[in-house]
Structures are given as C-alpha cells and as structure tokens.
C-alpha cells in the first residue's frame, strides 16, 4: 500500500505544479524565446515537485489510519482537488498549444476550492458515488506518476544546459567604401498595428497626427494581405523571403522551418535573411528588438543587436521566480504563489509590458543615434496589448486599453522622427513603418482585459490588414498602393533598397509594376 501510496505522491505533485510544462513545447516554443539557462528556475521546480511527493505520500498513508467516515472525506476532498488539478493540467496543455481557451480556464482557475468542499459533502450524503469517483482519481494519479521517468531526466537536462555564445559583433570599421554611400534605412516596426484603425475607421476622439503626417509624404499600402497571425512566424518568414507555416527550435535556441516542398527541417540561416543581403553589401546592421530572439538567431550577420523577451515568461515567473535568484528561493516562492492563485490567479503583465518598452526606446533611440549603423530594425512592442498608456494625459501607465496603445505608437513614432532628423544622415534616410499583423480582435476577446470601448470601435470585426509605409529621402508627397498585395512583398522591397534598385518613390513604381508580370 505505500508503495501506491508513493505513487499517488508523485502523480498529484506532477499535476500540482505543472510549471514544467513549457519546457516540454513539442516546438520548444518558450524556451526558444526565455533562452538558457534556466538552471536555477528548473531546480527551484524540482525541489517542489520532490518536497510536494513526499508530503502527499506522508498524507495519503496518514489517512489509512483515520476514522472510516474521517478518511472517507478526507479522500474524497484529496480526489476533488486532484480532480480539479487534472482538468487544469488539460487546459494549460491545449492553451500550451495555443487552443483558444483561455476564459474557461480562468472559470476552472477559481473553482480550486469549491471543487474540493464539494466532493467532501458527497462523501457524506453519497458516499457509495463518491467512493467510485475516488478510486478512479487515484488509479488515474499512480498512472500519471510513471511520466516522471522521462520528465524529470528532461528537466535535470535543461537544469544543466547552456546557451551557446551568439552575439552581435560591434563595430569596429565603417561599411566598406562605395559600397551604400551615406544611405541609411530605419525600419519602425509596430507590433499589432492595425491600417484600418490607424487610418480607414479611426475611433471617435483618437487624433494620430505623426501617423498621418508620415502617411501624406510615403508611398502608402493600404491593402496588404497579411502574411499569418503570429509574431514569431511573421517576421522570421519576411527577413526570409518565403512563407513559412511551421518553425521549430532546440533547448539551446537553434531555429529550423519545415520545408513543404522537400518535406524536411531546413536551419534557419541567418545569411539568407535581409540582414545577411546587407551585411554582404556594406551595410552596419542593428536591430532592437522585442518577443524574437533576434540576438541568437541572427548573431552572424548583426553589428550591434538588443532583445527582450517582453512577456514571454516561463510560468514560474509569473509568481516571481527567476534565473538570478537562487535554486532554494525559487522553491520557497513557488509554494506561497501557488496556494494564493488558488483563490485570486495571477497573470498580470502590465508592468512587464511597459517594462519592455521601455528598454526597447532607450536602445532605439541610441542605435537611431550611432551614425555608423546604417540598416536598422526597431521592433516596437506596440499597440500590442495589454494597456500601458494614458491618451488623455500622454502619460504611461498600468492599464489603458488597444486605443490608448494606438495612440502611444503614434507619440512614439513621433519622438523615434524627431531623432532621425537630429541625426547626421536624416536627409539620405528612407522611413519604413510597418506592423507584423493586424489587431487581432478574435484573440483578444477573450481575454479578461477586453473593454467595451475596443469592442465597439472593433464592431467584433478583424480587420487583417497590416501597415506598410515607405518614405524615401526628400519625398514631399504621397501615393497611396490600393492593389491587393502580399505582406511578404515587404522582403523583396527591402531588398532592392539594399540593394541599391530603389531608392525613391519613382524606383518603387517600376518595383510594383514588375509584381504583373
């Protein structure tokens, strides 16, 4: 009986605390953007997961000694929670693989303690139920616990891996003579910038003046077909060149892409990417960048080069464990989080958002100011949710919504102008502000920040259209594209402009007219 008894153990701390859960993306989807390593955090997991067996074991052959009708309750309030516990381990797996049920597991969230009072009182008034439905749980619990065969060795692998050293290289010579000129291209990049919000149907009382001031002096697409829906699809696929549907990446960061016509995983190369074209042909290279780990997948080919992760958390740091902290105070946290989501679940992200913007301006603002970087990305992690601003009072703040967001994109592009026209080399600048994809209303409906106001100027519609602007140096006017284009026509643009092909708005007329043919 102990023996089952210890079983029983490691199967409910399994499910319990299921912070492990990330590591094992069948795409190492989050490990990919946190990075390695995560040493501290996994043995701070395990210490838990260890300590939590021994004390549900502890628990399970106390209660063999209980009075019948004080183990009956007791054992029916044990399987309602474990119950409960494996209904949530189901919804962190499928929102792990991005199944779109987030509110009903934030229903199930605070159901914890009913669940458990619940199943007490049946064990009292119908106790022959109740004892069928406590047998199946811990049959289920002894079966679940053999998965720490192949669960914990992973984590003691991740516990002990280490990122390969991928930086940026600095700058140690300017760009080969002749090669580029004095030519420079700031690439603005929005996350979840939407057209139609931004200029078809702007909402009442939203005044984008920076916005529209670039747009009446650029070459403006207005009708482009978004190429996915996902950052992290997006932007690898457009420094590429090619569509890509599924990317993977190993523990210690090294991207791949399913290749349809071949059928096989190709390596991401960073030298086929946009940044390779230019690193090849003279041009500095920088990119500041947000959610991507541009840094390690683009090292090669990049002179000077910042990322944070943004939101992208592993659950453990959700309730305030870290890399920096110690294996034995990242155990002592997880417990008092974890009992405490119980009742009020804690998934707030604000702070970490502006956080992120933050640090994402101060980097762009100085790679806009280093002259010797002449092809730039600034990915900027707005109008992307959750609120970190205040419209009224052009303030940051915790809270806000997508409109007070929409409105900070338009302060900021503003401020990142004014830096490029400080600059030496404003005057052979070319401008280009795009977004990944488009506010993605079906998403975030869903979530519990949604107000009322984004679901009346959203009318509960998605509009798909991302943004895409090209101001040329000395470009006074502009032109509007209404055909419809694909969003990866953004790479092939980029690239003649690396490559010299276009460099006004002229060029890029002959550029569009060849999409025809």
Known sequence: MKIQNGLEGVGAA???????????????????????????????????????????????????????????????????????????????????????????????????????????????????????????????????SFSALWIVPHLIHLALARQPVRTAASIVSPAAAGSISNRRIIWILFD?????????????????????????????????????????????????????????????????????SGRRWIDYDPSATLFGLAERNGWN????????????????????????????????????????????????????????????????????????????????????????????????????PPGIYDRHRHVLRAGGNYLDNLVLADDTLGMLIREIDASPSASQTTLIVTSDHSWRTPMWRQDQGWSAEEEQVSGGQFDSRPVLLAHFPQQASGQEVTALLPEMLEHDMIAGMLLGQIKNANDLDVFLSHLDH
């Open 14 to 144: 399994l499910l319990l605390f299921p912070y492990y859960l990330p590591f094992f993306h069948p795409q190492n989807h989050e490990l990919y953007h946190h990075g390695l390593p995560v040493g501290n955090l996994v043995g701070g997991l395990l210490v838990d997961l260890f300590g939590c067996a021994i004390l549900l074991t502890g628990f399970l052959i106390a209660t063999e000694r209980f009075p019948t009708r004080i183990k009956r309750i007791a054992g029916a309030m044990f399987s309602g929670l474990m119950l409960w516990s494996i209904v949530r381990f189901a919804i962190e797996m499928l929102i792990l693989l991005q199944y779109p049920i987030e509110s009903w597991g934030r229903i199930w969230e605070l159901s914890a303690i009913a669940i458990p009072l619940i199943s007490g009182v049946m064990a009292v008034f119908l106790p022959r139920f109740a004892s069928m439905g406590v047998r199946m749980v811990r049959i289920t619990l002894t079966a679940f």
């Open 192 to 260: 979840e910038l939407s057209y139609d919000q931004a200029f078809d149907h702007v909402a009442p009382g939203i005044q984008l003046p920076n916005l529209n001031r670039l747009r009446s002096s650029s070459v403006t697409f207005s009708n482009l077909q978004a190429d996915g829906y996902r950052t992290d699809r997006i932007i690898p696929s457009l420094l590429l060149g090619r569509h890509i549907e599924q990317f993977r990446s190993t523990t210690t960061g090294e991207l791949s892409y399913w290749d349809e």
């Open 285 to 384: 290279t920088g990119i500041d960048g947000w959610y991507n780990p541009y840094c390690e997948i683009l090292a090669p080919v990049l002179n000077v080069c910042f990322t944070d992760p943004g939101i992208v958390l592993v659950p453990m740091e959700d309730y305030g464990a870290s890399e920096d902290k110690a294996v034995l105070a990242n155990a002592a946290i997880l417990p008092d989080d974890f009992l405490a989501a119980l009742i009020h679940p804690k998934r707030v992200t604000l702070e970490e958002h502006m956080q992120a913007y933050l640090a994402i301006m101060m980097h762009a603002r100085g790679q806009i100011r280093d002259n010797r970087l002449s092809f730039v990305l600034l990915h900027i992690p707005i109008p992307h």
